[in-house]
Nanobody, 117 residues
Framework: QVQLVESGGGSVQAGGSLRLSCVAS????????MGWYRQAPGKQRDLVAS???????SYADSVKGRFTISRDNAKNTVYLQMNSLEPEDTAVYYC???????????WGQGTQVTVSS
């Protein structure tokens, strides 16, 4: 089992910044991928960014150049720095962790990000 606890959500005006953090605990695989999904009301949950334990990173096109994902393996923590926020970024952001092929995906409880125009 892996437990994920997110923090850092909140309300900002367009153009502002927020930093999300997600701390993992429990039986964490040595090789895993962590990252963030988001879900706006009435929409599906979409991948925002991911980072593998080896450092490989990917972003959704909609956040490239504005969001930066990073991780501290010693602290089992993944971060999402969000700059130039737009109202379209408003959503509940979920941290996730997944081990190798066929392994289970673990989810955090979600943290609300609200961007006002």
């Amino acid at each position: 089992q892996v437990q994920l606890v997110e923090s850092g959500g909140g309300s900002v005006q367009a153009g502002g910044s927020l930093r999300l953090s997600c701390v993992a605990s429990g039986s964490i695989p040595s090789r895993n991928t962590m990252g963030w999904y988001r879900q706006a009301p009435g929409k599906q949950r979409d991948l925002v960014a991911s980072i593998a334990s080896g450092g490989s990173i990917s972003y959704a096109d909609s956040v490239k150049g504005r969001f930066t994902i990073s991780r501290d393996n010693a602290k089992n923590t993944v971060y999402l720095q969000m700059n130039s926020l737009e109202p379209e970024d408003t959503a509940v952001y979920y941290c996730y962790s997944k081990g190798g092929f066929g392994s289970r995906t673990y989810w955090g409880q979600g943290t609300q990000v609200t961007v006002s125009s």
